[in-house]
């Protein structure tokens, strides 16, 4: 972030598909505040100049058309999968797609703002990887490559990894319930 930028406002920072309207850095407050002085560039308030929390800015101008379709892309396969968040079913998923050896190359959401979602940072690699079919997963319902390349897709494709995970990597899986058991054991006695 830099003054004489122009960034994607949001009023409610944190509510999806809220309006944005393009604003221009103009001065940056105490680092600790976390405050920014922009100028409206468009919307009711087009010409104000206000402080704001830096929270509302989401993303750079030029880049908000491509932030706004995969925020809504994400909506759709976190709703798809919401159901499935917390489940004795998402909790044994959550424990294969821990075990992965390559840590942060998997990931399952893990709050309602993700849903049972899985993200995989190199499709191609860990399909591979996993001997699944990269262009199986890209054809399922609602699964999509963000701007960034990450794959996302929803909870029936987080099981299938998760089950394909358990089928390569036994030995990987087992010791993590293992490790899971050892540490609950003194809880339930």
């Known amino acids: 972030m830099e003054v004489g930028e122009r960034w ?10 809220y309006p944005v309207v393009p ?30 929390h830096r929270s509302r800015l989401k993303v750079r101008w030029e880049d908000v058309e491509a932030w706004l379709r995969d925020e809504e892309r994400f909506a759709r396969a976190r709703d798809a ?5 917390y489940s004795l079913e998402y909790e044994a998923a959550f424990v294969c797609v821990d075990a992965y050896p390559s840590p942060d190359a998997i990931l399952l959401g893990y709050s309602a703002s993700e849903g049972a979602t899985v993200r995989i940072r190199d ?14 997963l890209l054809g399922a319902p ?6 960034f390349g990450a794959y996302i ?12 995970i358990a ?12 490790g899971i058991a050892r540490r609950r054991r003194p809880e339930a006695i």
């Open 8 to 17: 994607a406002y949001r009023e409610r920072p944190f509510t999806e598909g």
């Open 23 to 52: 604003v221009e850095i103009l001065q940056f407050g105490p680092p600790r505040s976390g405050k920014v002085r922009i100028r409206f560039l468009g919307g009711e308030y087009e010409g104000l100049d206000a402080w704001i």
């Open 81 to 85: 999968s919401a159901d499935a968040l």
């Open 123 to 136: 499709l191609a690699v860990t399909a591979q990887d996993l001997g699944l079919d990269a262009e199986e």
């Open 142 to 147: 609602h699964a999509f490559i963000d701007r």
């Open 153 to 164: 897709a929803p909870w029936p494709v987080a099981l299938r990894i998760a089950r394909r």
């Open 167 to 178: 089928e390569v990597y036994p030995d990987l899986v087992l010791a993590a319930v293992e």
